[in-house]
């Protein structure tokens, strides 16, 4: 059903459980966050067990930057089903994104074994895996993905990193280069590309893979950063100064990297 069929679903009936999560879900896949949540939210008044709005709203909140308020309701739909296949897979993600890459690797190992024909899971599975180091395991789980969906630029790019951790430098840029011709606005592939040529030497083909990050993006901190780099290995110190200067200011107040941008700029001073 389409958004606007629940939307009339819901006109006839306000309090339908089912129309409500649905609905949700809906806004979901239209990265509408907070629509989603405040369906998801009105249907767990409504139904304060409902484990397929929990473990919905587990994936909303963590996408809003909740992550605690993801890994409750994960953990609470988990606890009244453990065969929610979304309540684990979503746990991962909440998982993962706080920092805990072992234990999303366990949720999503649990959402696999329920639900295997998930392509998403075997692909943040593998975002995990390349995290711990285990590149060989990043690209097992990313084959698999892409043989469930052949077409997930995201996943081209992901295994093109893990290609790169192998030093494998012709299949991480065939990678990367697959995602850009699925999604041409995939900035960090571009930034991905380039670092690959950086590592071979060809400072031309990275400058122009970093321009083309920044024309999507042109806040995008790392390609300033790293175009900078390039700039410094080829002696234009004026460029890499440049470059670093403007990371700094697209950077924003408390990002981890801002010491590292510091010493990179008081480096071509």
Known sequence: ???ADYDRALQLEPGRVHSLVNRGLTKVRLDDNRGALADLDRALELAPQNVEALA?????RDRLGDR????EDATRAIELDPRS???HANRGVARFNSGDERGAIEDY???IELQPGNASTYANRGVAWNQLNDPKAAIADANKALELEP???QTYLDRSRAWLKLTDLDAAIRDATRALELDPRLSRAYVARANVWTRRGKYAEAIADFERALDVDPRYVEAYANRGIVYRLQGRLDLAESDFRKALECAAKGDPRLAYLERLLKGVQ
């Open 56 to 60: 919905a709203r587990a994936g909303v």
């Open 85 to 87: 296949a979304l309540a």
């Open 151 to 153: 077409e997930r630029a």
């Open 68 to 71: 605690q308020g993801a890994l």
């Open 1 to 3: 059903m389409a958004l």
């Open 109 to 111: 190992t649990r959402a």
